[in-house]
């Protein structure tokens, strides 16, 4: 390797351009009119031989940072040559100088004190680049803040500089870090000498907070060891102040307000990626500066094209040039847009009238789910009451119906005038409790049809008319098919025990109901039975 001295052959030594806990960097000319930056390291090396640990750390981090610029890049600084001074034995690195003042310069006077919000989208492109072409390369920077960003006024584009650490061993760069280390823009993982790519990409979202803020998230208030930790504890623990609150305080006064107002506007994308790379934990920010390239590209792309929609729509209209067969075209545009309104218009109508028959529907469902109205409920009451009434005249008020002599009616079989069941055979359905069968062998060799309630023969009469509340017809004689049991009333349930046997029987029927009609049939000794007999046990004789 090169050495090089205070004054040597061939570099001539221009003045120190910084110092700092990685180093000091001079200024320097070679044979000619060529100027380079000096980089010199703070470890001594003894030998330049494998016996060395730090010769040779040094050595193989050197070999990586060259890679850096096989393919040249305009925001990365230049790295000429490396050696080891002839005095003092110390590493240093030459490096492209860059003429033009850094980002920490440019927020002091006389510059303003936040940049605009292009200039900060051109300084995160411009980093992001720089970062993503260190990272393909596996170079770790690991010191990424403001004063290692220069601007170059010659190419007008933002530079990284100053690879010192890179070239550091692990042990050199925790102990670097930990005591002269710029803590403002150390990721907290830093504090345990861990360097990452979402390390640089912590830094990197510092510096743009700074741009855009005047100021840094957790400013150091002093020089002191007990600011340090407090700083690099914050780094560890708190979140990040409001950019948008700090901007507008850091604003300039003379800025007019509308330029105020513009300078507010920032884009939200950036926003979110200046939080995204401040995340405590590495996994939760972009892995490295190709991350952060492609979320700006897409970032700018969306902004371009709001722009382009927004410039879109406030272009005046054209006036239309005027054409004969341009006025056609619209008089007929005009003509079809008229007849859709008209359509419209209909189709608003029909759907008007369609809602108002549906709340009517609901209405009136509602009005049946609560039940029957007032004038219903009111008559069916009315002719219940006339049923009952009537009910009531019929089984209590109506005249006593015309029995031939000898006739015994159920109202005489309840007073106790009869003594023996098997004389007297009860009548059927002139009380609601069904009649006993008084006997329980019917007659066998019955010519005519029997009732069940005597022993007697039965012996055919004619039939009597009684005056009742129905006129009653003459009997006719009907053909019992089977035994025709009487009910009680014209239900399957209400059966008696006095039913008819098959044959001819003489029955005055009086009234019908369904499947059942009700009969009277007067038995051998003249008494009547009444009931209702289903329709299917009898037929008329003619029919038979």
């Known amino acids: 390797m090169a050495k090089i001295f205070t004054i040597a052959e061939g570099l001539e030594n221009l003045g120190a351009l910084k110092s700092g806990g990685q180093g000091s960097v001079y200024k320097a000319r070679k044979t000619g009119e060529i100027i380079t930056a000096i980089k010199i390291l703070p470890t001594p090396i003894a030998s330049e031989n494998d016996d060395d640990k730090h010769f040779i750390s040094f050595r193989n981090e050197v070999q990586k940072l060259k890679r850096v610029n096989e393919v040249p890049n305009p925001n990365v600084v230049s790295i000429i040559a490396s050696g080891i001074t002839n005095s003092g034995n110390l590493p240093f690195i030459e490096m492209e100088y860059i003429e033009g003042p850094d980002l920490g310069e440019l927020l002091q006077p006389p510059y303003e004190p936040v940049f605009s919000v292009k200039e900060t989208l051109k300084v995160a492109d411009h980093l992001a680049n720089a970062l993503a ?21 010659r190419t007008g584009n933002y530079v990284l500089l100053d690879f010192g650490l890179s070239v550091m061993s692990d042990e ?20 345990t000498g ?55 305080d850091a604003l300039p006064g003379d800025w007019s307000a509308d330029k105020q107002r513009r300078e507010m506007e920032i884009p939200v994308w950036l926003l979110s990626m200046i939080y995204k790379c401040l995340e405590k934990d590495p996994a939760k920010r972009f892995k490295n500066g190709c991350e952060l390239q ?67 529907a609901q209405r009136y469902i509602a009005t049946r789910r609560k039940g029957v109205s007032k004038s219903v409920f009111f008559l069916v009451f009315i002719v219940a009451l006339g049923l009952g009434g009537f009910a009531a005249y019929d089984k209590y008020y109506k005249p006593a119906k015309l029995l031939p002599t000898g006739t015994m009616t159920n109202i005489e079989k ?12 009860p009548v059927a359905a002139t009380s609601e409790k069904p009649i006993t069968q008084a006997t329980n062998s019917p007659h066998k060799k019955a010519v005519t049809p029997l009732a069940n309630a005597s022993k007697k023969p039965v012996r055919k009469t004619k039939p009597v008319i009684h005056h009742s509340k129905y006129r009653l017809r003459q009997s006719e004689t009907y053909a019992i098919l089977k035994n025709a049991y009487f009910y009680n009333a014209p239900d399957i349930n209400k059966r008696t025990d006095i039913y008819l046997t098959p044959g001819d029987a003489d029955l005055t029927l009086k009234q019908e109901i369904g499947d059942f009609q009700y009969a009277i049939f007067i038995d051998g000794d003249g008494k009547p039975v009444k009931g209702w007999l289903r329709k299917k046990d009898f037929k008329p004789e003619t029919d038979y």
């Open 414 to 425: 309840k007073s106790g005038e009869t003594t023996d069941a098997t004389t007297d055979p």
């Open 294 to 360: 492609e979320f700006i590209q897409r970032g700018t792309i969306s902004d371009e094209r709001k722009k382009a929609i927004d410039n879109f729509t406030e272009l005046p209209a054209k006036p239309v040039a005027d054409d004969p067969a341009l006025r056609k075209e619209i008089l007929l545009l005009q003509a079809a847009l008229a007849k859709k309104e008209n359509l419209v218009k209909e189709l608003q109508y029909v759907v008007e009238t369609r809602d108002r028959e549906l709340i009517e």
């Open 172 to 191: 050199q760069r925790r102990t670097s870090i930990r005591y002269a280390g710029a803590i403002e823009f150390m990721a907290p993982e830093q504090s």
């Open 133 to 153: 072409h260190c990272h393909r390369a596996n170079i770790k920077h690991g010191d990424i803040k403001s004063n290692n960003v220069k601007f170059n006024q």
């Open 194 to 248: 861990e360097t990452l790519t979402e390390t640089d990409v912590y830094s990197y979202g510092i510096v743009l907070f700074e741009l855009l803020a005047g100021t840094v998230p957790f400013p150091l208030t002093s020089k002191g060891e007990m600011s340090r930790n407090s700083v690099m504890l914050a780094h560890m623990e708190k979140l990040p102040p409001d950019i948008i609150t700090l901007r507008r």
